[in-house]
Nanobody, 124 residues
Framework: QLQLLESGGGSVQAGESLRLSCRAS?????MAWFRQAPGMEREGVAS????????AYADSVKGRFTISQNIAQNTIYLQMNNLKPEDAGMYFC????????????????????WGQGTRVTVAS
């Protein structure tokens, strides 16, 4: 059972930056970030295929967020710049290891492992 541990959430002002981390207990082919604001549906943010530069982003974060990885540590990061109040919510790390499943932030049903989340608050 793959375990995921997120960290790095916090409270910032609009326009500031945060970096989230997610460490996996083992190698996963695909890892991603999702977020959920109170009363809203979960939405995909970014995804990355392990040991590749193949990544994808939600339109709402393109140009502001960057997903990256440290393969040796089974860790992914989400660098979030120019944060907006609408970026606030609980951020979840997710992963799967199937080459038959898509690895995109729009394919939440493909992900079989989920972390507990880390909260991001953005004040206007």
């Amino acid at each position: 059972q793959l375990q995921l541990l997120e960290s790095g959430g916090g409270s910032v002002q609009a326009g500031e930056s945060l970096r989230l981390s997610c460490r996996a207990s083992a190698v996963a082919r695909c890892m991603a970030w999702f977020r959920q604001a109170p009363g809203m549906e979960r939405e995909g943010v970014a995804s990355i295929i392990s040991a590749s530069t193949n990544s994808a982003y939600a339109d709402s974060v393109k140009g502001r967020f960057t997903i990256s990885q440290n393969i040796a540590q089974n860790t992914i990061y989400l660098q979030m710049n120019n944060l907006k109040p609408e970026d606030a919510g609980m951020y979840f790390c997710a992963a799967h290891s199937s080459s038959l499943r898509p690895c995109t932030p729009s394919s939440s049903s493909a992900f079989t492992f989920w972390g507990q989340g880390t909260r991001v608050t953005v004040a206007s």
